[in-house]
């Protein structure tokens, strides 16, 4: 499992990951649409001169249904490279993908042939129970001393949700990383400032408040989450919670900046209760206390009732419903997935207390349902989204999480994947030409790309 030599797709810096070969594989996960099948990992084909360009080329069936394959990445990565990395010489050659539904936790060896990974480890639920008392793992990050996992709930579908480990060779469960929760319960998305020994974490809601979709209750009654939190990344210590506001409803992704030197990031919002607009909001350390900010607001477009899902038809708008964000490796441009509307919007955010919109571009929404060249009208709308490193090719799906995928878009998503160029000095355009349909029955949802890209890596080198 190990090499002499370092990972050749490890970059000391994001500046130098910035300078890596462009990506030819991507992978992505399927998730059959009523659970009675097995989802399934996709190998898309990204290299222009293949003839299979833009194209399927493969897919590994997961052992059983109902998994919910979600929020997957790779067993090591750049961080390794740290100077206090106990494992510098581990290869990103595994994929670790959970099924956030069923708490179960596949590994699949990208080895020998990165077009047909083989899963060579299945972790069951009963062992994440067991070892770490959490159950729905979400979203993983590897990290300079293990691999990362949040957990959404308690094995019982209550609270708290928090992280555990897994080790970087056998992929066993470690156990809880918390020492000390302080107020912590909810829990979603990570980051870390590894040059600044602090980890962010954000909320969403138990697996009881959000398996069988979204509660309009809850939501009206602020119990969803809305706070960040601050840890002390070595010592495994809460230190700090920053209330949003109780109407800020859903504080999801987390993107820290690249650059290990700065101690800031961005997070996503999906929607105020206050007028259903979505937000994206900046945490910085301004005098010694962290602290968020709202930094960019989108409202809500006005609409009329028979165009929107009875969930919204009192409001009369639909929200834009902020699903994702991503950061390119440069720090300077912010992709942020407007799902409800329909929209991935381009911030320039060199300077992040004033994020400038520097391009958008439409496809799909609750109600405009903007078509593709290559496909005509489209449901869903933009939501995963992954950056390639160099920041030249965005490539997004349309799938959110099945349990609200049907409470937003009543006649059923039909899942994509596309991809958008964007331009250095700013500015993106849909690619007319990529357009990859999911098979009947099947939904998209996050992408990784071969190698690396931009929210797979965190650098300890600026």
Known sequence: ????????????????????????????????????????LGVVDLDPKSSHYGKLINRVPMPNAGDELHHFGWNACSSALCPYAPHPHVERRYLIVPGLRSSRIHVLDTKPDPQQPKIVKVIEPAEVHARAGYSRPHTLHCGSDGIYVSALGAPNGDGPGGIFMLDHDAFDVLGRWEVERGPQHLAYDFAWHLGHDVQITSEWGTP?????????????????????????????????????????????????????????????????????????????????????????????????????????????????LIADINL?????????????????????????HDPKLTGSVRLGGIVRRTPHPAAGPVNGGPQMVEVSRDGRRIYFTNGLYRAWDGQFYPDGIKGWMVKVDADPKGGIKLDPNFYLPAEEGYRTHQIHLEGGDSSSDTYCYP
């Not at 500046?15 to 992978?27: H, W």
């Not at 119990?223 to 859903?250: S, T």
């Not at 290990?260 to 206050?274: H, L």
Request: net charge neutral; charged share 20%; aromatic share 8%.
């Open 328 to 352: 390119s490796l440069d720090d300077r441009f912010l992709y942020v997935s407007c799902w409800g509307t329909g929209e991935l919007r381009q911030y320039d955010v060199s300077n992040p």
């Open 1 to 40: 499992m190990a090499s002499w030599k370092p990972d050749p797709t490890f970059y000391p810096s994001p500046r130098m990951a910035m300078a890596a070969p462009a990506e030819k594989l991507g992978y992505v996960a399927l998730l059959h649409v009523e659970g009675s099948k097995p989802d399934a």
């Open 208 to 320: 009881n408040m959000i398996e069988n979709g979204l509660v309009p209750e809850l939501l009206l009654g602020s119990k969803y989450g809305h706070h960040l939190h601050v840890w002390d990344l070595k010592r495994r210590k809460h230190q700090q919670a920053i209330d949003l506001g109780k109407e800020q409803q859903l504080v999801l992704e987390l993107r820290q900046a690249r650059d290990p030197t700065k101690a800031y990031g961005f997070v996503g919002v999906v929607i105020s209760i206050k007028d259903l607009s979505a937000s994206v909001w900046l945490w910085h350390r301004p005098n010694g206390q962290w602290a968020a900010k709202k930094v960019i607001e989108i409202p809500a477009e006005p609409a009329e009732p028979d165009q929107l899902p009875p969930l919204l038809q009192g409001f009369k708008a639909v929200p834009p």
